[in-house]
Structure formats: structure tokens, C-alpha cells
């Protein structure tokens, strides 16, 4: 089959987010399986890895108008299948030849309709240049959603497409690509979309609605989520058509790019160690708490966050269980940025709990893998998590995730049975109360280190490389290509 995956961000060329991962990841993992891959991304003038121009402009229908785009390449690099593939930018400086992907100082860039608008567009027309039919089309999130509606109106008679089935992946349902009613025509669409079973949203224009509908398939990035976003809980005002489109929604789980992310290959880690040869773990633990400046205390349990500092990460109830938390035999180490908030906060209580509480607001990628490597066990209290990538990170470095039962960190997390099965500890009303006794159970289990060994071996023998994901996305493309 002919894929052409397209993405608002592509891991190492752009980034805010784990989209960009997935889109740096998986078209490897599908192409190692023996199928020809095309990503294609917008180019952004902040990215600094070099890319070859094809000399190939293609002109791109904004309604009423004409724009063009210049075509430039690159090749993704060999994970671990060893297989690379090609990824094709869209240069346009008016929409593109900015300081950041999706916003600035102010908030989102005003334009960001048609800025993505243009992407869905040109990516058809980025295809048709390089002469690449797509079997599947794989869409990803609201920034390229709009090709799915491109396709099914306004060149629904286009013989270049004929054949080609549509997948829409939903990374996060709380990013939808809400604009005023006015984009329709701005953009090229019939008016007749601007209906509330289409792409009308209470009185705006919905991207990520569009692609909905107009998709031959949905998936999102964990089986658990798949069936949440059908929930007002988790829906955010989606989960009718969601519901609706039950039949044509699934869960994949995301994979984890084990060259990058594995204790016994790890070049930013003090010590490598493996499942069968533990020993080095403890030498991380040492490196990790002088890199916070935290004493090292035998026997004492250090806990790992890294996180954006959110509410949807649970940094609400861990503000107001961190009191409780600190008075526990353990110390707490934080990396991450976010909300202002949150910020504010920790930078008034750091002096509170010397010695036990470590936070570095940055994202900083050689202490990101300190803190897998060198801590007991790995906390996500998420309010949700579509998938999440830590706790598999921290599963593979024996870390024991403590986790809300939400999203991927349900489908991947299994509570300790206290008789051998099970890889960490998690908790499902969201609320403090909850939070503190799923770390009270994963403390007390602790200090019986015998269980506490098994528990990290079930965790290191798991595998959740790309390669698993990508046969099961491989099965919804053929299952996709005979309906």
C-alpha cells in the first residue's frame, strides 16, 4: 500500500508536542512492515535540520485565490527498524516563516485557519506533484483534518484521489480547531459544510469535526481513550458524533522508540543497567538526586515527574495533596513547564521541603532520562491522558508508574496483586484522597523489596515498540481498504 501520512509536526524537524513523535516514529515502523511511506508537514523557519529544495512549486486553491508553496525533502532517520523514510515539506513563508508552530506571546496566531487550511489543501497537491496515489490517507489532529473535507467536496471527482480511503487520528480531543463561520468560504469550502452535522460547532467552524465526519475511519492513541471521548466526561461536545461514528473508531496505542528510551543503551544516564542486571539503577538514583541537590538516603523512595504543568496532567490535585505527600518517606523530583500557576507555586514551596522536594522548571531532555533511570517509582495523576509515553518510558527503566486510571495510562498500567502479576499502582476517582492511597499502597510495597523486584521485571519485559503499533495500524488500512 501507498501511505501518506501528514502532520502538523515531525520529530526532528518539529515539535511541540507527542504528535511530533508519532510522526517522526511510526512511518519507519510501517515501511520496515513493507509498505511505501510519505510524510509530508509544513516547513517552519525555526526548524534547523536541513532540507533539500525539489525545485517542485505547486499551486493551491484558497478559495477564491491561488497561492503556491515551494516543495522541499528529507528523509526521516532509521529508527529502531532501520528503515528510513522520505518526508516532503510544504515552504510558504507568509503562512509558515515563523518564530513557532502554532502561537505566540499573545496566544494562537490569528490566522491559524488558513495557515492549516493551506497545509490540507497543499498536501493533496504535494501527492499529485511527486506522483505518490495514496491508498490511505493518514490525517493527524485539526491541523491537517481538512484535507478529509477538501476530499469529499470540492474535488470529491478528482481521479488522482479515487481509490484513496481516509483515517483521522485524534491525539488529544481537547485541540479542535474552532473558527468563525466566515473561514468557510475563505477557504474554499461549498457553505453547505457550515451544518451542525458537518463542521458547525455552537456557531463556529470545527477542523477536527470535519475530519470526523468526513473520514473513512477515526483512531485514537489508546483503546481506553477511544471509548472515553464518547463520554460527555472526556467528549469535549464531540462525543455525539464520536458516538455517532462508533462503528469507524478505534484505539491504537501509541510506541515507544526504544534506540532512544532504553536503561541499557541510554548514553544520558550515569550507569546502564538491564532486567537481568539491576545494579546500575542505584547509581542513577545517586546521579539523579545530586543533579536537584538532594542528599541520597538509602532505603528511601524517590518519586519522578516529568510533565507539562497542567491541570489535565493533575497538577491540581497534586497542588493539593503535595502537603501530605512531602510528610511520606520519600522525595519528589519535578521537571517540566506550564501554567503560570503552577510555576508560582512551586517556586513558594521549594524552600518548605529541603531536601525532600526537587523542581526544575525547564524541559530539559538528559535529565528527562535522569529522572526515568534514577527514580522508584513514576507519578501520572492525569485529569486525562490519551495515551501518555512516560509510563512506558518508565516501565523499561524498572521506574513503577503510580498513575490515574485514564486513557493509555489505563490500558498499559496494571495493578500489583501482591502475587506476582501486575506493573505498578493506580487510582481512579480524581481527587487528593484518591492520589495519596495508591502512593500510600505503592510505598508500603516498597519496602518489601523482594515484591518490589518482581513488580520492575514484569515492567522491563514488556515491549511496546513502534513495531507493534504499526501492525496494528497496517490491519485497520487493509480493514479500511475493502469496505
Not at 46 to 57: D, H, I, M
Not at 142 to 155: C, E, G
Not at 246 to 256: P, Y
Amino acid at each position: 500500500m501507498n501511505i501518506l501520512l501528514a502532520s502538523s509536526e515531525v520529530v526532528p524537524f518539529s515539535k511541540t508536542g507527542g504528535l511530533a513523535d508519532v510522526a517522526g516514529a511510526l512511518p519507519g515502523a510501517i515501511a520496515a512492515q513493507g509498505h511505501k511511506v510519505m510524510v509530508v508537514s509544513p516547513r517552519y523557519a525555526k526548524s534547523k535540520t536541513p532540507a533539500k529544495n525539489t525545485g517542485k512549486k505547486i499551486k493551491v486553491a484558497m478559495g477564491k485565490r491561488r497561492e503556491s508553496a515551494e516543495l522541499y525533502e528529507a528523509t526521516l532517520p532509521a529508527g529502531a527498524n532501520g528503515v528510513e523514510a522520505p518526508v516532503i515539506f510544504i515552504a510558504n513563508k507568509k503562512y509558515y516563516g515563523r518564530n513557532e508552530l502554532y502561537t505566540d506571546a499573545d496566544g494562537d496566531y490569528p490566522d491559524n485557519d488558513l495557515r492549516f487550511a493551506f497545509f490540507a489543501r497543499a498536501l493533496l497537491e504535494a501527492a499529485r506533484a511527486k506522483g505518490f496515489k495514496p491508498d490511505i490517507l493518514h490525517l493527524n489532529d485539526w491541523q491537517s483534518a481538512l484535507a478529509a473535507v477538501y476530499l469529499r467536496t470540492v474535488m470529491e471527482k478528482d481521479a488522482f484521489f479515487a481509490s484513496t480511503k481516509i483515517l483521522l487520528t485524534i491525539h488529544n480531543l481537547g485541540y479542535q480547531g474552532l473558527f468563525e463561520p466566515d473561514t468557510v468560504e475563505k477557504v474554499g469550502l461549498p457553505p453547505s459544510v457550515f451544518d451542525m452535522e458537518m463542521l458547525e460547532f455552537y456557531g463556529k467552524v470545527n477542523y477536527l469535526k470535519g475530519g470526523i465526519v468526513f473520514s473513512d475511519a477515526i483512531s485514537t492513541v489508546s483503546r481506553k481513550y477511544s471509548r472515553e471521548i464518547q463520554t460527555p466526561e472526556y467528549g469535549m461536545g464531540l462525543e455525539g458524533i464520536l458516538r455517532k461514528r462508533s462503528d469507524r473508531l478505534f484505539g491504537i496505542l501509541n510506541g515507544v522508540d526504544y534506540t532512544a528510551w532504553n536503561p541499557e543503551t541510554d548514553k544520558l544516564i550515569a550507569a546502564n543497567y538491564s532486567k537481568k542486571n539491576i545494579s546500575g539503577k542505584e547509581a542513577c538514583k545517586k546521579d539523579l538526586l545530586a543533579s536537584f541537590g538532594l542528599p541520597y538516603v538509602p532505603g528511601k523512595a524517590v518519586v519522578g515527574m516529568v510533565s507539562r504543568l497542567d491541570r489535565q496532567k493533575g497538577f491540581d490535585i497534586l497542588e493539593a495533596a503535595l502537603e501530605d505527600i512531602m510528610i511520606r518517606d520519600l522525595q519528589l523530583v519535578i521537571l517540566g513547564t506550564g501554567r503560570k500557576q503552577y510555576h508560582e507555586f512551586f517556586e513558594s514551596v521549594g524552600n518548605r521541603y529541603a531536601g525532600r522536594l526537587g523542581v526544575r522548571l525547564a524541559y530539559d531532555n538528559t535529565i528527562a532520562h535522569k529522572i526515568e533511570a534514577g527514580s522508584d517509582m513514576f507519578l501520572m495523576p492525569s485529569r486525562y491522558e490519551p495515551c501518555g509515553l512516560n509510563q512506558m518510558y518508565s516501565l523499561k527503566y524498572g521506574t513503577v508508574p503510580v498513575v490515574r486510571g485514564t486513557g493509555g495510562l489505563d490500558d498499559t498500567v496494571f495493578e500489583w496483586d501482591g502475587a506476582g502479576v501486575g506493573n505498578g499502582f493506580k487510582f481512579y476517582d480524581y481527587n487528593r484522597h484518591a492520589l495519596l492511597e495508591c502512593i500510600d499502597r505503592a510505598l508500603k510495597t516498597y519496602i518489601d523489596k523482594r515484591a518490589w523486584s518482581k513488580i520492575m521485571a514484569n515492567g522491563m519485559a514488556e515491549d511496546h515498540s513502534w513495531a507493534t503499533s504499526a501492525r496494528q495500524y497496517i490491519e485497520l488500512y487493509e480493514k479500511m481498504s475493502v469496505r
